[in-house]
């Protein structure tokens, strides 16, 4: 019965951030956007990074691109997540151009799932991942869109992982809203247009 009752209460989070983000419109999303960028861009962990893992932005998300472009212009690999059908697990893929995608049944990009590209994970290099979420909260913790993916992706990751949230869609305190269990991993810091919120280390 407990589970039920956060389901209901992670449901209206959703609708409610969903919401936050339709409201700012696109100027609105653009420019908190432009500036996550410049603050995850000159961050010590991006700088030092060799491998960036990455989401490519679908719809009204925090945009992505740029970030990615700034990776390969500094030499680091960058890679993408497939999801694996029937499963909560992701594999990533090293990509070098926006081109090289291939466009999934949802239509979004995604990289194309070449054995000789797929970029492991724990393999010593210096790897920061970029985690998407609907919001996030001072402790690091997020609400994303109930797939689980990231949840199995942050229990088994051992780089710095990064959130990336618009101030607008900033909630203080996501367990108050009873909506963190057990499961829940925090990212490692949270990067919004007005700065970083570091959360360990």
């Known amino acids: 019965m407990g589970d039920a009752r956060v389901d209901e209460r992670k449901s ?19 420019g908190a956007d432009a500036g996550i960028e410049a603050n995850l861009l000159a961050m010590p962990d991006f700088v030092r990074a060799e491998v960036l893992l990455a989401y490519l932005d679908f719809g009204p998300e925090v945009r992505t691109r740029g970030i990615i472009q700034a990776a390969w212009d500094s030499g680091k690999v960058v890679a993408l ?6 499963t909560h697990e992701m594999r990533w893929y090293r990509v070098t151009s926006f081109e090289a995608l291939e ?28 985690v998407p979420g609907l919001t996030f909260d001072a402790a690091g ?10 949840d199995t992706f942050l229990a088994k990751f051992d780089g ?9 869609a900033w909630c203080e305190d996501l367990r108050a809203e009873g909506v963190i269990d057990a499961h829940d991993l925090a990212v490692d ?6 700065g970083v919120v570091r959360v360990n280390g």
């Open 12 to 30: 209206a989070l959703r609708a409610r951030f969903k919401q936050v983000r339709r409201e700012l419109g696109e100027e609105g999303r653009a």
């Open 81 to 86: 997540p497939r999801c694996v059908p029937g």
């Open 103 to 130: 466009k999934s049944r949802l239509g979004m990009d995604e990289p194309v799932p070449d054995e000789a590209n797929e970029q492991l994970l724990g393999t010593g290099d210096r790897m920061l991942a970029i």
């Open 141 to 150: 913790f997020r609400l994303g869109y109930g797939g689980g993916f990231y």
């Open 160 to 168: 710095v992982s990064v959130g990336l949230c618009r101030k607008a």
């Open 189 to 194: 810091a949270v990067v919004t247009e007005e």
